[in-house]
């Protein structure tokens, strides 16, 4: 299994919902990473995990959060977001990340 | 800070045709890591091809070659025999060890002429 599977492809959410995205991958990857990709744009990185510990936090919005509860799975938590989240997020794995990261489809995010 | 720079934001080619891409970085590190990534309309990113920076030899997979100049900081892009499927947005990127990062560029969206 070579992939990185994101779930849901789609989503649409008030600015009261609360929503998880979720990120599985079976390559026994130790780092994950969650993006987030305007259009036309390049992706900007949000978090990583490493071992499953959060290493780092891109000083992103305490609206958004991450959790990693085992070393297959990572979630974005979603609250009170607002219309410029709006966005693709894009999750990522690497064993060894100088070797490349392996990104999933993303989640198309819209915020009404 | 290490940055990414692709400074054509848009490029066309006709199909069967060769085209290039460019990208230079900027980094004090002397043991890194470039890529270019492709990300077509369907948004999966996919790695295309990586090089690493301690390696002299350019690095090939199929119609897709890169020419690395270390000491210019260039890391450019060739695609011979474009294909239609080669329509897409095409990211360099680079990573070292120093922040432990993948750092993007702005990306090149590349129109393939039938």
């Known amino acids: 299994d070579t992939e990185v599977t994101q779930t849901p492809k789609h989503l649409v959410m008030g600015m009261t919902n609360k929503k998880s995205l979720k990120c599985e991958q079976h390559m026994g990857h130790r780092a994950m990473y969650w993006y987030k990709q305007k259009a036309k744009k390049p992706p900007e990185l949000m978090f990583v995990?490493?071992?499953?510990?959060?290493?780092i936090n891109e000083s992103v919005p305490s609206r958004f959060s991450p959790e990693c509860p085992n070393s297959s799975l990572l979630n974005l938590h979603l609250h009170a977001l607002q219309p410029e989240d709006s966005a693709l997020y894009l999750c990522a794995s690497s064993q060894d990340p100088p070797r490349g990261y392996t990104f999933g489809s993303g989640t198309r995010l819209t915020v009404v | 800070a290490q940055t990414v720079t692709q400074s054509q934001p848009e490029m066309s080619v006709q199909e069967a045709e060769t085209v290039t891409l460019s990208c230079t970085y900027d980094t004090s590190e002397s043991d890194y890591y470039l890529f270019w990534y492709k990300q077509p309309p369907s948004r999966q990113m996919i790695l295309v091809i990586r090089q690493e920076a301690y390696k002299q030899q350019n690095a090939t997979e199929n119609r897709f070659s890169v020419n690395f100049q270390k000491a210019a900081k260039s890391f450019s892009l060739k695609i011979s025999d474009s294909q239609l499927g080669d329509a897409a947005m095409y990211f360099c990127a680079y990573y070292g060890g120093a922040t432990n990062k993948l750092i993007f560029g702005t990306g090149t969206l590349l129109a393939v002429q039938p």
């Open positions: 995990y490493s071992y499953e510990k959060l290493s």
